[in-house]
């Protein structure tokens, strides 16, 4: 167990429906890092936060957004949903930006 | 940008053989380079790290990796492998010079053959 916590597990929802993932990072951890994992593009970076700033941003579309709250907590917001969404999204966190990451289990996304 | 060049999508080793994992970055500047382990419908997990110091970094479950600055490599190395080794592994590189980015690459999925 790393510490850090996602839900829902999984969500099974139809294309052009909006959804919200959440994470908890790890006590302490004040970076918390977002990536999206399918087959056929691997595991991309989206977005990273500090302390409730963006801190880095990746491959994210625009019909994606995120934040972390002042408990430190962090959303990611997925809109307009689309079949190629489909996939499982991760949640890291790490004390600071350089540091290793500590990943979540991870929520599985399925738009239909 | 940086980035993280992982050599073989697909290992096949039998059990109880030695296994090297190849990993290739872009930058010798100043870079932090991980391994991490990723099992069937889980989440990753850190292998081993290396920061400064030692250029043989030891893990768990008994992988090790050696940075090779002149070569700009970071391979993982497992001296007798067993079938719960069977897994996705990657290999990634942050540093001062990254922006604050992780960069991972496209992961190497070892299979042991009993």
Redesign the interface.
Known sequence: D?G?TQTPKHLITATGQRVTLRCSPRSGDL?V?WYQQSLDQ??Q?LI?Y?NGEE??K?NILERFSAQQFPDLHSELNLSSLELGDSALY?C?SSVA??????????TRLTVT | AQSVTQLDSQVPVFEEAPVELRCNYSSSVSV?L?W?VQYPN?????LL?YLSGSTLVKGINGFEAEFNKSQTSFHLRKPSVHISDTAEY?CAV???R???????G??TSLTVIP
Do not use: D, H, I
Not at chain 1, 97 to 106: A, N
Not at chain 2, 42 to 46: E, K, P, S, T
Not at chain 2, 98 to 104: I, K, L, M, P, S
């Open positions: 790393s850090v970076s890092y691997g595991l970076f990273q500090y801190r880095a990746g991760f890291a930006g350089l540091s290793e990451q500590y990943f979540g289990p991870g | 932090y991980f991490y889980q989440g990753l997990q850190l790290k990657f942050s540093g001062p990254t922006g604050n980015q992780f960069y991972f496209t992961g």
